[in-house]
């Protein structure tokens, strides 16, 4: 079932009433496992792909059993180790029919969500080890890996806070607005995702090839990271929307990303459940290890530590060589980060730190120069690297050609309107909170305007529902294809 | 324990080469200036050394999200230590 | 706990939820009758539709049927066949020559061998039997498929309108709830906004801005000719049209035979005439054609091939590289009036 369409949104509302209709937890619990098990069903294409999934589950549950038994670090570093091998195997990075009987061979499979299980398997692992994992089953450890609202391209919601919702099932006294407020951002989510950015991509990807080098670039430098945002954020709203129907909180993974005044920052805005993961159970892990043994080298390694990183969540969304170049730009862009800010308070001091990081035409310009870095990257990110080279390579060729003529072309106006458009989000920025993690996320409102009094909410979503009914209608109609969540690839 | 909490203000400002740092409850990462991803796992190290304390990975992890403060950083430490 | 009991405690919850699934069901339920009206508009095999004028493939295939159908005067030739009848033999103009009545019963490749067949039964079925049927094709019709000469739109539509009417015939649907949805909207929009009476006097694509009103009133004065004028561009290139070996494609033949036997049964006598070529395009020698005209003939004694199986005329007889102009046409008409006179004496 494609998440973003009619379908869904009618199957999650009688999903949602059928749920609070049963008064048990236990009731509920089953309930949750057999949506779950029925959502599953309709992306599993084959028996075998079934059985690579149980098996998975199966292994790395039979795993988790035994660190329960017995928790040790070095059996944390063999599982790792397996697991990672299966994964590898299965997601058919790794070719190993050669050396398997022909009867465990792998035919065409598809697991959805792999590598999202297997990071909630390595932090349930390494919690686990470490005594820090609430009392877990295997019906609540299953339906923590394929709950419908995560299975897809998560968030990746850590065990111990579903295990709370899951031993809760919703059962504290519901607010009518938080719900609407749930409702109105799975609508949210519906629209960002099934209208908004089809209509982008369209721009991205209809372009002629022969109109002019410069334009294309632009729309493609611009059009396709204001795409993915859409997309992601889109599919991030709904099933946030989906889960808090159903009383599980799942964590934020957007922050307004492309507001972000560094590579650092914008890595704790985008897809912030997988920052985190990789910062905890890669960065801080490696970091703490070399810093406890070598601490002479431990700022230098520090910053391979962090290119190390961003890198891995560069080559996460694909073995290919465009991934690694991605998560080369990245990596390079996060350790160059951390080097310049350490250099700015060697040079300038704390106080003179201070004052530069709250100078606000300093800022200004980090926003802009970060946007156009991760623009840059993410040329790389939606075509190979010859792709993106060439384009580069055509369209500085002619921005190069028209420096030299004094006529204002279009794309000098398109600066200048770029440049209206940055200090439109400067003046937004300006009126929302300071960064550093902070800041209300994408959403409810958080506090920042007085809510909705219940009946407009209510309003407000009758007046999302039809709108999302009458776009996705009319898109159906005009035969344009289903919306394609793009990280359910990854 | 005030003897805990003297010990990790000086661990504080140790760590953030800044002798001016008064620990409150309410303290974030936000209010002190440096502490970002490395500062944090140099504090979590120089705590553990100096207080014979042991931080999970989850623990280090939960410092970072939102509503946590020196409050219950200090709370945690207190935990261990006794 | 019942029911009540639960929904009470639950209503912060369930409420907002039966909203949305309430606001679904009804645009669902409003959306019911568009469906079924797309649905019965396709099940009523109309053919034109009510809610945009026909585009010239339609007004063709429409005013063909149209005669074939509605009226039931009595001919003595009927000319038959794809555009190149349609528009390279005149029924006036072979009056003159032969005194012999006739109409001009071609419509567009698209409807293909099969639709030459339902056309004639059609006709057959209202009007009393003619002398002769001479069957006017362009020389790719024999090789090529029907849908090679125009859009599914066309043929498809046709094919289920006026076809034999069984269920396999229907236009195939990719998504069927989508396209009847859509088509009931199109209905509905076509209702309200004057139906198909309106859109027969708006412009008919590719006709010069006429309508359809404009066209059927024209073609009923030539009794089915169409004229192309103009001439053709000095930037034409040759093809090869007829090559060595010559299979003519095997569903091509299927309708041909058909069209023989139909004729046969009904006494008819079946000249089929290739139209002509603009002089150097397509081959002169036409051996390539012979053995299968041959067999035809063989098999039906009421069919005749006319020949030079190929004729060439110079290219000011024609408006584009495939259809006459009225120079052409009435060069051809003559021709054709002449073997039609020689078959029939020949009976």
């Not at chain 1, 407020?181 to 099934?194: D, I, N, V």
């Not at chain 1, 802009?368 to 790389?380: E, P, Y």
């Not at chain 3, 339609?58 to 005067?73: D, K």
């Not at chain 3, 004065?221 to 090869?240: F, H, I, N, V």
Request: charge should be neutral; proline fraction near 5%.
């Amino acid at each position: 079932m494609n998440i973003c369409s009619l379908a869904f949104l009618a199957c999650v509302s009688v999903v949602v009433i059928v749920y609070h209709l049963f008064a048990h937890a236990r009731e509920r619990q089953l309930f949750l496992t057999t949506v779950n098990y029925l959502f599953l069903s309709s992306l599993v294409p084959n028996v075998q792909s079934w059985l690579c999934l149980l098996f998975f589950i199966g292994v790395t549950y039979a795993m988790l059993s035994s660190m329960r038994a017995r928790p040790s670090y070095n059996s944390v570093l063999v599982f790792v180790g397996l697991i990672v091998v299966v994964f590898l195997y299965l997601k058919g990075y790794l070719d190993m029919n050669e050396i398997l009987p022909a009867d465990f061979q792998l035919g065409p499979v598809a697991v959805i969500g792999l590598s999202y299980m297997l990071f909630k398997f390595i932090h349930m692992l390494v919690d686990l080890s470490q005594g820090q994992l609430a009392a877990f089953s295997f019906l609540s450890y299953a339906n923590y890996q394929l709950s419908f609202f995560t299975l897809l391209a998560g968030p990746i919601q850590r065990f111990n806070d579903f295990q709370r919702s899951w031993e809760d099932m919703d059962a504290q006294p519901a607010d009518t607005r938080e719900t609407l407020q749930s409702w109105s951002r799975l609508l949210t989510g519906l629209l960002k995702m099934g209208v908004l950015a089809p209509l982008v991509e369209q721009l991205v990807v209809g372009q002629d090839a022969k109109s002019d080098v410069l334009q294309r670039f632009a729309i493609q430098f611009y059009g396709f990271p204001v795409y993915l945002y859409l997309n992601f954020s889109g599919y991030t709203d709904v099933v946030i929307g989906c889960g808090r129907l159903l009383g599980f909180q799942l964590p934020e993974n957007f922050n307004c990303p492309y507001l972000a005044r560094n590579a650092i920052d914008f890595w704790n805005r985008w897809h912030m459940t997988l920052t985190h993961w990789i910062r905890d159970y890669i960065f801080m892990t490696s970091y703490k290890r070399v810093a406890e043994t070598v601490p002479a080298w431990s700022k230098p390694l520090g910053y391979v530590l962090l290119f190390f990183s961003l890198f891995v969540a560069g080559v996460w969304h694909g073995v290919t060589v465009s991934f690694a170049v991605f998560g080369i730009i990245h990596g390079l862009g996060v350790a160059l980060n951390q080097a310049y800010t350490d250099a700015l308070k060697a040079w300038l001091g704390r106080a003179g730190l201070q004052r530069y990081q709250k100078n606000c035409c300093i800022h200004l310009l980090a926003v802009v120069v970060t946007f156009h870095f991760v623009c840059f990257s993410f040329l790389f990110f939606a075509l190979d690297v010859r792709g993106a080279w060439e384009l580069l390579e055509a369209a500085l060729g002619q921005l190069m050609a028209l420096a030299s003529t004094v006529e204002v072309h279009w794309f000098y106006r398109a600066s200048l309107i770029e440049a209206g458009l940055v200090l439109l989000l400067a003046v937004l920025r300006w009126r929302r909170p300071a960064s550093g993690g902070r800041k209300p996320p994408d959403g409810p409102s958080g506090g920042l305007r007085p809510p909705l009094a219940g009946r407009w909410l209510y309003a407000l979503v009758f007046a999302k529902t039809a709108l999302v009914v009458l776009l996705f209608t009319a898109m159906w109609l005009s035969q344009q294809k289903d919306p394609v969540l793009v990280y359910m690839r990854f | 324990m005030p003897d805990v909490r003297a010990r990790v203000q000086d661990i504080f400002r140790d760590v953030f080469d800044d002798p001016a740092i008064v620990l409150r409850d309410d303290m974030t990462a936000g209010d002190v200036d440096g502490w970002d991803s490395l500062a944090h796992i140099n504090l979590i190290i120089a705590v553990e050394r100096k207080l014979g304390v042991k931080f999970a990975t989850a623990e280090i992890s939960r410092m970072k999200e939102p509503g946590q403060n020196a409050g219950s950083f200090l709370r945690l430490i207190e935990a261990k230590v006794v | 706990m019942c029911i009540q009991t639960k929904l009470v405690r639950s209503w912060p919850r369930i409420g907002p939820s039966l909203c949305v699934l309430l606001t679904l069901a009804a645009v669902s339920f409003l959306g019911m009758p568009v469906y079924f009206l797309g649905k019965q508009w396709e099940d009523e095999r109309h053919f034109l539709k009510n809610y945009r004028a026909p585009n010239d493939y339609e007004t063709q295939i429409a005013f063909t049927m149209n005669y074939a159908v509605n009226s039931s005067e009595k001919n003595d030739v009927v000319f038959h066949g794809d555009s190149t009848c349609l528009i390279n033999l005149r029924p006036k103009r072979f009056e003159e020559l032969t005194g012999m009545k006739a109409y001009n019963l071609g419509s567009v490749g698209v409807i293909g061998f099969d639709g030459f067949v339902w056309v004639l039964r059609s006709y057959l079925e209202h009007h009393p039997r003619p002398r002769a049927l001479v069957l006017c094709i362009h020389p790719r019709a024999l090789k090529e498929p029907a849908m090679g000469f125009g859009p599914r739109e066309a043929r498809e539509p046709f094919v289920w309108s006026y076809g034999p009417g069984t269920e396999d015939k229907r236009p195939p649907h990719e998504r069927p709830v989508r396209d009847y949805f859509r088509q009931g909207l199109w209905i509905a929009y076509g209702h309200l906004t004057g139906g198909a009476q309106r859109y027969a006097n708006e412009p008919v694509y590719n006709r010069q801005g006429k309508s359809y009103n404009t066209l059927a009133a024209e073609m009923i004065k030539e009794r089915g000719y169409w004229e192309q004028p103009g001439t053709l561009e000095d930037d034409w290139r040759p093809r090869k049209l007829i090559e060595e070996p010559f299979n003519m494609l095997p569903g091509n033949m299927e309708g041909l035979v058909e069209l023989a036997k139909l004729t046969q049964d009904n006494g008819i006598l079946l000249l089929i005439r290739i139209a002509p070529l603009v002089k150097g395009d397509g081959p002169t020698n036409s051996a390539a054609l012979r053995s299968w005209t041959a067999e035809l003939e063989g098999n039906f004694s009421n069919v005749i091939v006319s020949r030079p199986e190929i004729l060439h005329y110079d290219a000011d007889c024609f408006s584009d590289i495939d259809h006459c102009n009225r120079k052409g046409a009435d060069m051809f008409t003559a021709f054709v009036g002449a073997e039609v006179t020689k078959a029939i004496a020949g009976r």
